[in-house]
């Protein structure tokens, strides 16, 4: 199993996994979206997107994006969206994407790494505490949302 950094040519069987992703969420499976959405981030280079490999096969991918910190005038990760196919996970896959990531981030001399999840995925939760993230307590998130 490696992870590496995704590639043009890898965004067509990297699309099938975000695609499965973006259902896992309950959006409706369209294909040619996921795949145009990912193009669009890879093109524009707004996005850094690592992906799991087994035996030829994508078994999962990390999306980052960056950001900006005003008050540190230093660059951040976002780290929105990981995803490991159902029966690949509990391997250790998660880890090593998000391990990716961190390496990456450090490389890039990144502030930090921010992620957000849902109250109730407790096992993403164990996973990011341990491997160093840490529950923000201070601040309270809110979305204007505009669709």
Known sequence: MIVRRATLEDLQPLAVLFDEYRQFYGASSNLELSYQFLKQRFLNQESVI???????????????????????????????????????????????????????????????????????????????????FVKDNEFQTYHCFLK
């Open 50 to 132: 690592f992906v799991h490999v087994k035996d030829d096969i994508f078994t999962g991918f990390v999306l980052l994006y960056m950001g900006f910190s005003s008050v540190a005038c230093s660059i951040y990760y976002i780290l929105d969206d990981v995803y490991v196919t159902p029966i690949y996970r509990r391997q250790g896959s998660a880890k090593q994407l998000i391990d990716t990531a961190i390496l990456f981030a450090r490389h890039e001399n990144a502030q930090r790494i921010s992620l957000e999840t849902q109250k109730n995925n407790y096992h993403s939760h164990q996973l990011y505490e341990q491997m160093g």
